[in-house]
């Protein structure tokens, strides 16, 4: 069965600070990982997604992410954090042929000035 | 591009009535469509599953004749909460997956259903 762990319910970092968001997963095949960011009362963006090509995956507004077989994670990751960044994320797992996605339960971002 | 919308954005209704949610793939046709409920704080939870033509697939626990979902073509799919009662307000996001990239869904920007 597949499953997906957020380590931190809340993120905190200074402007301009790296940002890391880490994200473990479990499943049985060769898993499509994804991260959204999901503003206040808003929908859920696509920043990137691994598909079993390259392991470091560059999305948009500066994240990237490494997929780790070994290590079963999948870590969000940014060299500098702006206040625009400040959100909730979730990180997601997806098996192939299944269409459905496994939400974890969501980090929040808080980005001090 | 993959843009998917969600009419309306909010609504309040009075106990009782029914109310419809429309998610749009705006650019590109959605094989599939999916409805999600979320809770405040919580993550989003999958209701329902619903491929264009065919009749939708609920989740354990989601009671299809209180959530009507049509999906009658490859760029609209609507859930119809009805006879609301103040426990189905929530924000329900919807999100479609078709011919843009495969095993990706594309997400609306939901929908804020407060029920009095």
């Known amino acids: 069965a597949q499953s997906v762990t957020q380590l931190d319910s809340h993120v905190s970092v200074s402007e301009g600070t790296p940002v890391l968001l880490r994200c473990n997963y479990s499943?049985?095949?060769?898993?499509?990982l994804f991260w959204y960011v999901q503003h206040p009362n808003k929908g859920l963006q696509l920043l990137l997604k691994?598909?079993?090509?390259?392991?470091l995956v560059k999305g948009i507004n500066g994240f990237e992410a490494e997929f780790k077989k070994s290590e079963t994670s999948f870590h969000l990751t940014k060299p500098s954090a702006h206040m625009s960044d400040a959100a909730e994320y979730f990180c997601?797992?997806?098996?192939?042929?299944?269409?459905?996605?496994?939400f974890g339960k969501g980090t929040k971002l808080s980005v001090k000035p | 591009g993959a843009v998917v919308s969600q009419h309306p954005s909010r609504v309040i209704c009075k106990s009782g009535t029914s109310v419809k949610i429309e998610c749009r793939s705006l650019?590109?046709?959605?094989?599939?469509m999916f409805w999600y409920r979320q809770f405040p704080k919580q993550s989003l939870m999958l209701m329902a599953t619903?491929?264009?033509?065919?009749?939708?697939?609920?989740e354990q626990g989601v009671e299809k004749d209180k959530f009507l979902i049509n999906h009658a073509s490859l760029t609209l799919s609507t859930l119809t909460v009805t006879s609301a009662h103040p426990e189905d307000s929530s924000f329900y996001i919807c999100?479609?997956?078709?011919?843009?990239?495969?095993?990706?869904?594309?997400f609306g920007p939901g929908t804020r259903l407060t029920v009095l």
């Open positions: 619903s491929n264009e033509g065919s009749k939708a697939t609920y």
């Open positions: 499943s049985s095949y060769s898993p499509s």
């Open positions: 691994y598909t079993s090509a390259a392991t």
């Open positions: 650019d590109f046709q959605a094989t599939t």
């Open positions: 999100s479609a997956s078709g011919d843009r990239e495969i095993n990706t869904q594309y």
């Open positions: 997601v797992v997806s098996e192939p042929g299944q269409g459905n996605l496994i």
